[in-house]
């Protein structure tokens, strides 16, 4: 089982990133897919998911309206497009794939919102 992200980087604010996490080693059309993100010094929070069709999609209070996820469940891929990029969405951000008794996690992917 594999889940690798890409995108991250060094940003201004105001700025905009495309995350990305292509899994392998598992059914992933079968799986709720989750970002989450860590702030150094701070817990782990949830970002986005979204539902194994893309039917349903869930932000956090912190990201609504700027953030967007989705999938391609052809290219077993997860996206996370991030606008109106702020300092404090500065973070290691996390892929993950769910679904009852399975959890599996990216290796993260940093993003820092800088001037």
């Known amino acids: 089982v594999q889940l690798v992200e890409s995108g991250g980087g060094l940003v201004q604010p105001g700025g905009s990133l495309r995350l990305s996490c292509a899994a392998s080693?598992?059914?992933?059309?079968?799986?709720?897919m989750r970002w989450h993100r860590q702030a150094p010094g701070k817990e782990r929070e949830l970002v986005a998911r979204?539902?194994?069709?893309?039917?349903?999609?869930y932000y956090g209070d912190s990201v609504k309206g700027r953030f967007t996820i989705s999938r391609d469940n052809a290219k077993n891929t997860v996206y996370l497009q991030m606008n109106s990029l702020k300092v404090e969405d500065t973070g290691v951000y996390y892929c993950?794939?769910?679904?009852?008794?399975?959890?599996?996690w990216g290796q993260g992917t940093q993003v820092t919102v800088s001037s």
């Open positions: 080693g598992f059914t992933f059309r079968t799986y709720g």
């Open positions: 979204i539902t194994v069709a893309g039917g349903y999609t």
């Open positions: 993950n794939a769910h679904r009852e008794f399975y959890d599996y």
